[in-house]
């Protein structure tokens, strides 16, 4: 009976053999948003399939396996994936480096255990594809947007890779025969378990990155949250105000009628723009049915009005659109923020703000137009002007573009003279 089981698991193992492939593509999904033709999915899953079965070797110096590993991961995040190109490479060494350190141990397994090692192995994967499901935040991919959180990620992979690829490139003596007996040169020790038990600390290292991966994630989506959070309660903090301010006014409507009648010519329109004028007319307007939208142009406005910034606003957006909150946040606040700073550089006579807005045939239309102290020259996607130009309207412009690239749309950039035009198209 032990040899009909041991006979059938042995038949059925290059197929059992594809379900961690499944597991780890999965996992890889769940970090990064996978292109949506079919042929991205099956080339997708042919990729990880061949980095969960890669036998690399340790102690024999075969170090091209692990050369091949990272060229097919590197090559599948980049064509297959969608995101920014640091948050890729970053995770591709990441997510390369597990499956390496894994075959890296599981193939120094020995009789009889070694016919069990498709069972470790899918073991393994589905245990960590299970956890990181359950802990990561799905609300965004990829999980990190901070570029300096990416570049700490990246040192923490030291480590494990130079560790997979120190032990692959290591050639010990007796692994490969040269000795037959250790034991007959004193001065020679097997190194084989050592190589072993660096692969497991690489392992762990590397799950460990995973968990700070997380760690950063769920940081990154708490604070967007409590800001979020903070904006709406802003506005209706205005909103109670504005309210308040409006049933003082109403309460006085009648001192102020009378008022008006008893003057004459240019008194009586002072007075009646007084009134027009008044916060209890401006403040709490709402710009449009989209509630974010309405609570970052009520903080933005007033900035425009106390720096003397002529502005015209024409926005025209439903309640319910299908772009996160967070990302229509980012958007308008980095945007305008951009816009209001390149203001602050000329005269008052030459500042002009417009922002268009709407939905129009099935596309989220956004159009925003400022004056400029001077041209900005851009080579490819990168600004080339001066520093300070660079800080004005290089910052949030990064996060802009992931933004529009994750919902594939599109944003674009002229510099006419002395003005700068922003057009973001997204499809919903």
């Known amino acids: 009976m032990y040899e009909i089981v041991t006979d059938f698991i042995t038949l059925m193992t290059p197929l059992l053999s594809l379900i961690p492939g499944f597991f780890s593509l999965c996992l890889t999904n769940h970090f990064l948003e996978i292109r949506k033709a079919w042929w991205c ?28 590993a990272f060229g097919v991961q590197l090559l599948t995040l980049l064509v297959l994936y969608k995101g920014s190109l640091l948050a890729r490479l970053s995770l591709g060494v990441v997510l390369v480096t597990l499956p390496l350190s894994i075959n890296g141990v599981l193939t120094s397994v020995r009789p009889p255990f070694d016919r069990y090692i498709f069972v470790f192995r899918l073991l393994c994967w589905l245990s960590i594809y299970l956890f990181t499901k359950k802990t990561l935040p799905t609300s965004s991919k990829p999980p990190i947007r901070s570029r300096r959180l990416w570049i700490l990620v990246d040192f923490l992979s030291i480590m494990p890779v130079t560790t997979v690829i120190a032990v692959t490139s290591f050639t010990d003596p007796y692994y490969l025969g040269i000795y037959d007996n250790p034991f007959d040169d004193v001065l020679y020790v097997p190194q084989e378990s050592l190589l072993v038990l660096m692969m497991c600390l690489a392992v762990l290292a590397t799950l460990t990155i995973l968990v700070v991966i997380i760690f950063f994630s769920r940081h ?14 802003q506005y209706y903090l205005n909103m109670e105000e504005s309210q308040q ?3 003082h006014l ?3 409507l009648a001192n102020h009628l009378t008022a008006l009648s008893g003057l004459q010519g240019a008194e009586q329109q002072a007075y009646l723009q007084q009134l027009i004028d008044s916060p209890a007319l401006k403040n709490g307007q709402r710009y449009c049915q989209q509630e974010i939208i ?17 502005y015209e606003l024409n926005v025209h957006i439903p309640k319910e659109i299908a772009i ?3 990302d229509i946040c980012t958007l308008f606040a980095n945007s305008i923020d951009n816009a209001l700073e390149a203001n602050l550089k000329l005269p008052e006579n030459q500042r002009h703000l417009g922002l268009h807005c709407a939905v129009e045939k099935g596309f989220f239309v956004m159009k925003l137009v400022n004056s400029l102290k001077e041209n900005l020259v851009f080579s490819g996607d990168q600004l080339i002007t001066t520093k300070t130009d660079k800080k004005m309207h290089g910052f949030g412009l990064t996060s802009m573009k992931e933004i529009t690239q994750r919902y594939n749309g599109t944003l674009t950039i002229e510099t006419p003279e002395n003005q700068f035009h922003l057009r973001i198209l997204i499809p919903i």
Do not use: C, W
């Not at 990880?48 to 036998?55: A, K, P, Q, R």
């Not at 070797?57 to 091949?68: A, E, H, K």
């Not at 903080?299 to 910034?309: D, G, H, M, R, S």
């Open 294 to 310: 309405n609570a970052v142009l009520s903080a933005k406005v007033p900035l425009f009005e106390k720096n003397k910034i002529p």
């Open 250 to 252: 109403r309460h006085d």
């Open 324 to 326: 996160a909150d967070l």
């Open 41 to 68: 999915q099956l080339l997708s899953f042919i990729a990880h399939s061949f980095l969960v079965t890669s036998m690399i070797f340790i102690g024999v110096g075969d170090y091209i396996p692990v050369i091949l």
């Open 220 to 233: 990154e989506k708490l604070t967007e949250e409590q800001q979020l959070a903070q904006l709406r309660h």
């Open 245 to 247: 301010q409006l049933r």
